[in-house]
């Protein structure tokens, strides 16, 4: 075992407050293939290996929610090649993946327009939620044809309707009724935000979520990105005081009583 997962695993053991909640920007499979001469694909299949990694070590480190930026709203403008190409993997990974995500108790879900999904991958995906409803373990949340402007666009929507027929009054609308309505209603919030490759910036992903969350970002590619990155990340974010517009003193305050 190496010093640092050994160094993660004693702040576990200790008490130490990992994140409930991660989410991933899964950036760099292009740039991965063509630093090998490769098809863009080819770096989506070596992202596969990542993924594989990551659910497992956020399982074993027992965090609650690993969200994984999948596919973007703005990534059907790729070429129809590349787009078909990941929804073909999209639905050989569920099929392969499944029994092993139901064997570790990880949960399967989803948020984003998913109904925009070509009908095999919607089925696929629909089938995978279905068989892990009932695990307890972790939940891997997909964000598949997601857009964060969209999904805020669309939780205004469905507010101004009630208020329209009464059923919500203007005044009683606030941070929790609002968070109530976006797709990830059920999930906590993201305690740390990760994007690899080395870009810095949002890409229009979780955008009311991720209001306080840490925010690490490496420049390793997506498909280099393994336990031991991932072990990084969590080792990173439990080296920072989280203050929430508080002061260091309120929050030494708060934790001794």
Known sequence: ??????????????????????????????????????????????????VRAVVEAASDLEIKVLTLYTFSKENWYRPKAEVSALMRLLVSTIRKEIEELTEKNVQLKAIGNIEELPEQAYRELLSGIEQTKHN?????????????????????????????????QPEEIGEQ???????????????????????????????????YAEIYVTQTLWPDFRKDEFHNAILNYLSRERRFGRVSEQIVQNATG
């Open 1 to 50: 075992m190496n010093k640092k997962v050994s160094a993660l695993e004693k702040l576990k053991f200790n008490g130490a407050k990992l994140p409930h909640h991660v989410a991933i920007i899964m950036d760099g499979n292009g740039r991965w293939a063509k630093k090998r001469g490769l098809p863009r694909v080819a770096g989506h299949n070596e992202g596969i290996k990542s």
């Open 136 to 168: 307890t373990g972790l939940v891997l949340n997909l964000a598949l044809s997601y857009s964060g402007r969209q999904e805020v666009i669309d939780a205004v929507r469905e507010i101004a309707q009630k208020v329209k027929a009464g059923i919500l």
């Open 177 to 211: 009724v609002f968070s109530a309505h976006l797709h990830t209603y059920d999930l906590p919030d993201p305690d740390l935000l990760i994007r690899t490759s080395g870009e810095s910036r949002i890409s229009n992903f979780l955008l009311w979520q991720i209001a």
